[in-house]
């Protein structure tokens, strides 16, 4: 149990955790990786490499730190994480691993002068906590979805029943349950994980669900990625009849009910959850104004999905905006910026904006939205790689 005085030695170490948490993070995930090789589908070794991942985990046990008096204060962090979690079918038996693994790590990224037995017991207790309460989230989306008439619980084997090439870059997979039967409905910008065999070795990853429900198929809209295991095994390997394991959807990027006008901004594969978002909006007879920036034309992918959509929707309206100048006629050249954005949203900033794109994309958008007077409560996005600080 966590007591007064665990708590007080867990909020001691936030200094240390401010200055050296992605080095422990770092040490952690080397022990536990070579350890535990059962865990490793768990994790996108692209992003170990990158330092993406370390630094999220530092991130998120920093803030659990700082407020482990108030967890409540963590706002959107552990739903988050929660999603993250059951999109890739992590189960309790691996909590043990990973506390095991952290208090190692911070037994020798700290030392024994800093990490004495008493801060051992303290985060011992802490990171109990933690997990319980993840545990116990988690148990409730799994449960949820089982009920759900479609839902299952774990994997769900279904097949590639269709490939559709959308831009150069990006391919969508259609997908249906190889039992034949129905599947669960899912909100707007959520994502679903997948779980297959890449040379000998289970790997696991989440993809954004980019066409409307429909009770019989999902579809994912694949961006090939250079050096990318997965990515480039689900364009060139996984052919039509090929088998793929889903778990149920997830996510919290999702479209909320309301009557505001919508504003739906997306960088290059950051368009595939607005898809769903905009058919949503075009059925609530919502006013939406869908943004679409690329590169080019080539890797410009659902362009002619957007306008079908937009023709047919008299209180919609779409924007799309070209780095590269092309054949194809666009709305603009250059990057997203805040005159752009001025320019094409609302004049009334009362709105509901969703955005997703790469990080940079993401802090450019948040950063012109704020100047256009769109109030932060009102702004939503999410990272197709583990969350960061949107540095703005």
Not at 203 to 217: I, M
Not at 281 to 289: I, L
Not at 366 to 380: D, S
Request: with cysteine; charged share 20%; glycine share 8%.
């Amino acid at each position: 149990m966590l007591s007064a005085q665990h708590r007080d030695i867990v909020k001691a170490t936030v200094p240390l955790l401010e200055t050296g948490g992605e080095a422990l993070t770092r040490h952690f995930y080397g022990i536990m990786l070579a350890e535990y090789p059962e865990v490793r589908p768990l994790f996108n070794q692209a992003h170990q490499a990158s330092g993406a991942q370390p630094r999220a985990l530092a991130n998120g046990i920093l803030q659990y730190a700082r407020h482990i008096d108030r967890l409540d204060t963590l706002g959107p962090l552990v739903g988050q994480i929660v999603q993250k979690h059951v999109s890739l079918q992590v189960l309790p038996e691996q909590y043990p691993i990973v506390g095991s693994c952290l208090l190692r790590a911070i037994r020798e990224v700290l030392g024994p002068d800093i990490a004495t037995d008493a801060v051992i017991e303290a985060w011992a207790a802490a990171y109990q906590q933690l997990a319980d309460l993840l545990i116990g989230a988690e148990e409730d989306v799994y449960a949820a979805a089982a009920a759900t008439p479609g839902g299952w619980r774990g994997a769900r084997r279904f097949e590639v029943v269709r490939k559709v090439p959308e831009s150069v870059e990006i391919t969508s997979l259609y997908l249906r349950p190889a039992d034949g039967g129905a599947v669960m409905p899912f909100k707007p910008g959520q994502y679903i994980g997948i779980r297959l065999t890449v040379d000998g070795q289970e790997v696991r990853r989440n993809y954004s669900l980019s066409a409307p429900p429909n009770g019989s198929t999902y579809r994912i809209s694949v961006k090939r990625e250079p050096g990318g295991v997965v990515s480039n095994h689900l364009h060139d390997a996984l052919g039509i009849g090929a088998a793929i394991d889903l778990f149920p959807p997830a996510g919290e990027f999702v479209l909320a009910p309301g009557e505001r006008p919508l504003a739906l901004i997306s960088g290059g594969v950051g368009i595939t959850p607005t898809l769903p978002m905009l058919h949503a909006a075009h059925e609530q007879r919502r006013p939406v104004t869908f943004v679409h920036f690329a590169r080019n034309a080539a890797v410009h992918a659902f362009r002619d999905w957007v306008d079908d959509l937009v023709a047919r929707s008299p209180q919609a309206r779409r924007f799309y905006c070209h780095e590269q100048a092309g054949t194809l006629p666009v709305d603009a050249h250059g990057r997203a910026c805040t005159d752009l954005l001025a320019r094409w949203l609302p004049q009334a900033r009362d709105m509901d904006a969703y955005f997703i794109g790469p990080p940079p994309f993401m802090a450019a958008v948040k950063r012109a939205l704020g100047e256009l007077g769109v109030p932060p409560a009102q702004m939503h996005w999410e990272f197709f790689g583990p969350a960061a600080a949107l540095e703005t």
